[in-house]
């Protein structure tokens, strides 16, 4: 570099810099390439073959950019050996210290896998007033239960239950939704909020979280939910 006039040394600073940018786009497709290959773990082998593919692709660009470029073809440029040895070399050794520290500091944030997770849908709770819509998750609905010609849905709003008054049908809100259970002519519930069984007197009741809602099971219902909650994969 010291033998170059000034306004080379700028073009031969502009194209080293571009050397090494291209350098380490080509090898982003190796590294990810030893990362699968590892059975996604980074170990000092594949962080050794990444240096040394970065330290060949450089050589080979750098001296083409040297040759072809920087000299114009001069017949008295250095040979790809010595210009390897006596540059390459040592700018690598110069580099590889801070690269490897940084590599190292940031190495959990380049290697940790991204988790995508599915985004639970919105259902959609109407009453005949166009007005009475509720949208809510399909886990923050706990249970329905009729009212003559109403049903109030109770849902969870934050972590605390919360009821709405909906002018309907039971039996039509039944079909809109059929991941729900019936335990009683006049109730609706969701199986995932299901906590245990109680007996009182002649009456069955299931217990619902949280704050352990009390709903009456008719005999009716009965057999189908006991076999739904004792063998939930059925």
């Known amino acids: 570099m010291y033998q170059l006039p000034p306004k080379d040394r700028i073009f031969a600073v502009f194209g080293y810099t571009v050397v090494g940018i291209v350098t380490y786009l080509m090898t982003i497709p190796i590294q990810r390439l030893l990362y699968k ?6 170990t000092l082998l594949q962080e050794g073959l990444f240096v040394l593919s970065m330290l060949v692709i450089s050589g080979g660009i ?3 950019f040297f040759k072809f470029v920087l000299l114009a073809n001069d017949p008295y440029a250095h040979t790809f050996s010595y210009f390897f040895l006596q540059n390459v070399i040592p700018t690598v050794f110069l ?3 801070v ?10 944030k ?16 109407k009453g005949e007033n166009k007005a ?9 609905l706990v249970y329905m239960e009729s009212a003559n010609n109403y049903v109030k849905v109770f849902y969870l709003l934050e972590g605390e239950l919360k009821n709405e008054l909906f002018r309907n049908k ?4 039944q079909k809109e939704f059929p991941f729900l259970l019936k335990t009683h002519r006049s109730f609706l519930i969701n199986p995932t909020h299901f906590l245990e069984w109680k007996r009182e007197s002649s009456q069955t009741i299931l217990l619902l979280k949280p704050g352990v809602t009390e709903i009456p099971v008719s ?14 994969a059925e």
């Open 62 to 64: 750098g001296y083409l």
């Open 37 to 42: 290959l590892s059975g996604r773990k980074w």
């Open 219 to 232: 005999k009716t219902f009965k057999k189908a939910l006991v076999e739904k909650f004792i063998n939930p």
């Open 132 to 140: 009475e819509v509720l949208h809510l998750k399909a886990s923050e």
């Open 170 to 173: 039971i039996s039509v809100l």
């Open 95 to 97: 580099i590889l210290p």
């Open 99 to 108: 690269m490897i520290f940084l590599r190292w500091m940031f190495s959990d």
């Open 110 to 125: 380049t290697v940790t896998e991204i988790v995508v997770t599915e985004k639970e849908p919105t259902i959609v709770v």
